[in-house]
């Protein structure tokens, strides 16, 4: 992945710094969000539609004592994200709490990614980020918020931290394009097209999201009655802190199209902030009450059948145990995108074991 990125023209230390995130999804069970992003959101975006800046000019437009506004003009979004959170976590040593935002930026990876590099920090770690419009309203059937992610990070005396690293959305578009990879349906009530229904077909979902032709269902699903508006208004909270703190894009004008339909940049908005623990109480004290919480929770009363009760991170914690053993699952549809990459880059140094 260091190479392909290298070989469509981001250098070296940005290249690093995207394959890592990329991977450390994989590597984490995450695998909507791994290598089988590289070629459609980084490759193809760089390379064929031409949207994307492999080099990353990082503008910062606004710096104020805990808090700062930068500008990515459309570069990497695991650059311009990697130094938002630096920049966040340097504030928050010096003030406390350190708060930035991001402005024409592009997708970013796992959202978890920068909430871990807090937790490094013995910090707690928040983020972000708008997307391409995907997900309805409570009550409406036209995608309109992205999948919008906010994601926390907290440090506790286990092996693996606190991060609740998903959407505000049921499903996300990652998944659904792995769903497509593996030639597999979609559960049904998680996309609906513009009468309400339920559709499954992931190849013609993923076409009807870009049409404005399906919508993703927001966490608690399409009625007031499952809590469907709980998760509608999260993800109003994260486009209304990834856009309206920076003079951001929102919405549909996020669609990656003019009114011509041709493409454009994506023009993402992402927030980060990190807090530091210390300025609060001693660190290995709020460790021990955070991994009190979280063995209580896994320690009470099962539903019968359940093997286990999770805290979040600990999924991923236990794939990685796993994946560093076994290795990253590459089904045939990712196959053929890796050799085509290589092939297309003249990686000649690089033979599979799958070909």
Avoid at 43 to 66: C, F, G, N, W
Avoid at 236 to 242: H, N
């Amino acid at each position: 992945m260091r190479d392909v990125f290298q070989g469509i023209g981001v250098p070296e230390k940005d290249a690093q710094i995207c394959a890592d995130v990329l991977i450390k999804a994989d590597k984490r069970g995450i695998d909507s969000h791994g290598i089988g992003r590289l070629k459609p959101i980084y490759y193809d975006r760089i390379v064929k539609q031409k949207i994307q800046q492999p080099v990353t000019q990082i503008e910062v437009v606004r710096d104020r004592l805990a808090t700062a506004v930068l500008d990515g003009h459309h570069g990497m979004g695991m650059v311009i994200s990697t130094y938002c959170m630096n920049l966040a976590i340097e504030k928050a040593k010096k003030y406390g709490l350190g708060m930035v935002v991001a402005r024409n930026s592009t997708h970013y990876g796992i959202a978890g990614y920068y909430t871990l590099m807090a937790c490094q920090e013995n910090m707690i770690g928040l983020t972000g980020t708008n997307a391409r419009p995907s997900t309805a309203p409570t009550f409406g059937v036209e995608n309109m918020l992205g999948t919008n992610p906010l994601v926390f990070g907290m440090p506790t005396d286990e092996e693996f931290p606190f991060t609740n690293d998903y959407a505000t959305s049921i499903m996300q578009r990652g998944k659904i394009e792995q769903y497509a990879r593996e030639g597999k349906d979609c559960p049904p009530g998680l996309v609906i097209d513009r009468q309400g229904n339920t559709i499954t077909d992931p190849q013609k979902i993923l076409q009807a999201l870009v049409q404005g032709e399906a919508a993703l269902v927001p966490i608690g699903g399409i009625k007031e009655e499952t809590g469907g508006h709980k998760g509608y208004g999260y993800a109003t909270v994260v486009e209304i802190l990834s856009a309206a703190l920076q003079q951001g894009a929102f919405l549909k004008q996020l669609s990656g199209f003019d009114p011509e339909g041709n493409r454009v940049p994506y023009k993402l908005g992402h927030f980060f902030m990190a807090i530091d623990i210390a300025a609060f109480t001693e660190i290995e004290t709020f460790k021990k009450i955070t991994g009190d919480i979280l063995r209580a929770l896994r320690n009470s009363q099962k539903v019968p059948g359940a093997e286990r009760i999770y805290t979040c991170g600990q999924k991923e914690h236990l794939a990685w145990l796993e994946r560093k053993d076994t290795g990253i699952p590459i089904n045939e549809v990712l196959q053929q995108d890796i050799i085509a990459m290589r092939n297309e880059l003249g990686l000649r140094q690089y033979q599979f074991d799958f070909e």
